[in-house]
């Protein structure tokens, strides 16, 4: 049986159950990168969904499927955010001499079926294993190959109601689409209603990239990951980072209205009470 979060908060307080005060914000949701099994905990905790690593939801067998399923579509929150979108797999590269797009085509198609049964409507595409530019290859072509592979894409995405948003990465995990620039000329060259893009605060800091591209990209960005960039940490203090008072207040001035996913090491027992408090004041003070 689906329930909604209205209906659950209303069973719950009337069988006298501690209810969680649920984390959105002035239209922003928040919620957390974790493993299906941590549903309980994040409920627990107040979050507004659960991100899950679509590779693991694909990767699923159809009982164990099923089964998170039917928990999930009895609890107040859905999985309405993925990451890892593709898995380090040679038969799934979009990049490189070796591309299988019929492979990809039924990947695509038997993930996004499955995420959008959960209540998803962004999946994040970082995945550098499936994009990083093999050495001597031409970047011209990988670029040209990455546009192809989104156009197609998106065309999927499209039939199962999804937003494909893509992810820059610091240099160190890939070796290409590091900025959100780089991001953003992708959506503008792709052009499909279905692309959109993410800005993740750890590898913006970590590429030194100006917080001032949210504002330049605000017409596609649809999502946000977060973590505290100095040990990529669940945020908890606004004295972590000096620029943590600018960012949220580019992305309360462009009317952002959508997920912020912690993605993060850490605990939901140490950290995410002190968390979702970091959130609260930042939101609202920005």
Known sequence: MNISRREFLMAAGAAGMVVPAFA??????????????????VVQYGFDYLEPAASRVSAMNETAFQDFKKKLMASPIRCECYN????????????GDEVRWERLQGYLDHTLARCRQLGGSIVVWGSAGSRNV?????????????????????????????????EPLRHQESNIINTGAEALQLVHEVHHPNIKMIIDYYHLREENENPDIVWKARKEIVHFHFANPH?????????????????FRLVKKIRFHGGISIEAHGTFAQDAAASLAFFRQEITAA
Do not use: M, N
């Open 84 to 95: 890892d979108f593709i898995p380090r797999r040679p038969s799934l590269r979009v990049v």
């Open 231 to 247: 040990g990529r940490l669940w945020p908890k203090s606004p004295a972590e980072d000096p620029e943590y008072g600018e960012f």
């Open 24 to 41: 959105s914000i002035e239209g922003i949701q928040i919620g957390v990168c974790a493993r299906t099994r941590e549903l309980d905990e």
């Open 134 to 166: 093999p050495p001597g290859y031409s970047r011209q072509k990988a670029w040209s190959q990455i546009r192809d592979f989104l156009r197609r894409a998106g065309e999927i995405a499209r039939r199962h109601h999804i937003i494909i948003a893509i």
